[in-house]
C-alpha cells in the first residue's frame, strides 16, 4: 500500500496561483500512476488531471487545461499540482490519488486539503 498526504491548500485571490504537494510513503511509490481529484460542494468528485508512473503521460480535464500542471519527482515520493490563474469556481476540496499501473481504479487516496479562491 502507499500512503497520501496534500498540502499547499489555501485562500487566493482569483488570478492567484497555489502549489499542491502529495506526499507519498509506504510501497514504492514510482510504481503507481497518480491523479488529483476535486469535490466541490454538493458535487461529485471528479478528476482534474492525471500522470503516469514515469510522468510521461498526462491528463487535464477541458476546465483546467492551460491553467494547470500536474508532475511528479518519484526521486522525493512527491507529486505536485500547480494551479495557476485560479478561478472561483476551483473551490474545492482537492484530493491526491493512486492507482496500480494496471487498474482503472484509484485504490489510495489522501485526506484532502481546501482549495478556496475568491473573487
Known amino acids: 500500500q502507499v500512503q497520501l498526504v496534500e498540502s499547499g491548500g489555501g485562500l487566493v485571490q482569483a488570478g492567484g496561483s497555489l502549489r499542491l504537494s502529495c506526499a507519498a510513503s509506504?510501497?514504492?511509490?514510482?510504481?503507481?500512476?497518480m491523479g488529483w481529484f476535486r469535490q466541490a460542494p454538493g458535487r461529485e468528485r471528479v478528476l482534474v488531471t492525471g500522470?503516469?508512473?514515469?510522468?510521461?503521460?498526462?491528463y487535464y480535464a477541458d476546465s483546467v487545461k492551460g491553467r494547470f500542471t500536474i508532475s511528479r519527482d518519484n526521486a522525493k515520493n512527491t507529486g505536485y499540482l500547480q494551479m495557476n490563474s485560479l478561478k472561483p469556481e476551483d473551490t474545492a476540496v482537492y484530493y491526491c490519488?493512486?492507482?496500480?499501473?494496471?487498474?482503472?481504479?484509484?485504490?489510495?487516496w489522501g485526506q484532502g486539503t481546501q482549495v478556496t479562491v475568491s473573487s
Open positions: 490519488a493512486a492507482r496500480e499501473p494496471d487498474s482503472e481504479d484509484y485504490a489510495y
Open positions: 509506504g510501497r514504492t511509490f514510482s510504481r503507481y500512476a
Open positions: 500522470i503516469s508512473w514515469d510522468g510521461g503521460t498526462t
